[in-house]
């Protein structure tokens, strides 16, 4: 954390640097407050501290209570603390927290803008995540997952989503994370702006196709899985039947699309993607035509069904 955000906090360690390995297990801060003037234990083990200027001036006294709040400070309970605003820190807390080994970090900015900084870094550092087969796509804009088995044609798909102006965003594996409920799909950075298209081998899509055909990250907000054809199955006629699809304990719309020879995939797709973003703004086929039909049967005359 140290490393990653002193450009924008300049971060000066003033004590504790044998504990900077400590491990960041939760991304939630706290700011004690009055907490330090008698309730010690609303402190939460395992989160980093961030100190301003009340709690500054509480620990600058020379009194018991700050005494006892400076020790549960530094007992090991929490990973690091922090000083914002470039203030001075209380000489007792620096031996302590040297003796103690515990992170003592300052910086000049602001309560709100590092505290918004820290959570969202630890928030995607500690995110869940998981990697699966599939490719992710930006078509329109949304975040389409393609999904199926090994060699149905997801990698040769994209490659021609990607002529007709969308972006690649992973090919075969896409490393997914949940942030604050939203699911972030992004490639290995091994593999990242690869195609693999068989017969041709390995395609960097970036220099062959431009900075604007590819994008790092995507939030994934539908997902197609590709079956092959089966004559002896029954597939979806009007889409009035929404499948989910669920990772992480987050779910997204699921699509099964069909593939047989003389199936147009790419456009399937980007029909699939409007459609989604039309579904989002209250825009829905299936439903329209079904409150249509209701509206037609319900105006047939009496006896009408009865003499045909």
């Avoid at 907490?35 to 100190?51: D, I, N, P, S």
């Avoid at 040769?156 to 972030?184: K, W, Y």
């Avoid at 195609?195 to 604007?212: C, D, K, P, S, Y």
């Avoid at 797709?269 to 829905?284: F, V």
């Amino acid at each position: 954390m140290v490393d990653a955000l002193s450009q924008r906090f300049a971060f000066e360690v003033l004590a504790g640097s044998r504990g900077l390995d400590r491990a960041l297990a939760s991304p939630r801060l706290q700011k004690p407050g009055l907490a330090l003037t008698g309730g010690l234990e609303y402190l939460h083990e395992g989160r980093l501290q961030v100190l301003g200027r009340s709690e500054a001036r509480f620990l600058n006294r020379r009194s018991r209570g700050a005494a006892a709040a400076i020790g549960r400070l530094c007992d090991g309970s929490f990973p690091a603390l922090l000083l914002v605003r470039g203030l001075a820190p209380p000489p007792t807390l620096v031996d302590a927290a040297e003796a103690g080994g515990v992170p003592l970090l300052s910086t000049a900015a602001v309560t709100g803008e590092v505290m918004e900084a820290l959570f969202h870094f630890m928030a995607v550092r500690l995110a869940p995540r998981k990697t699966i087969h599939g490719v992710l796509m930006d078509i329109f804009g949304l975040g389409v997952l393609l999904l199926g088995e090994s060699g149905i044609g997801k990698s040769e798909c994209a490659l021609e989503l990607v002529t007709r102006g969308h972006r690649l965003v992973a090919d075969d594996a896409v490393e997914l994370r949940l942030i604050e409920d939203e699911l972030i799909g992004a490639s290995p950075e091994l593999s990242r702006y690869y195609l693999e298209v068989r017969g041709l081998g390995l395609i960097n899509a970036r220099e062959m196709f431009g900075i604007t055909a590819v994008a790092e990250i995507k939030a994934v907000e539908q997902a197609i899985r590709l079956v092959r054809f089966d004559a002896t199955r029954s597939y979806e006629r009007l889409g009035e039947e929404q499948a989910w699809w669920e990772v992480l304990g987050h779910r997204v719309p699921l699509r099964e699309v069909p593939v047989a020879p003389g199936r147009n995939l790419a456009v399937i797709l980007e029909i699939a993607a409007r459609q989604q973003l039309l579904r989002a703004r209250g825009i829905d086929a299936a439903a329209e035509i079904q409150a249509e039909l209701a509206r037609r049967l319900s105006e047939r005359p009496p006896g009408e069904e009865e003499s045909r």
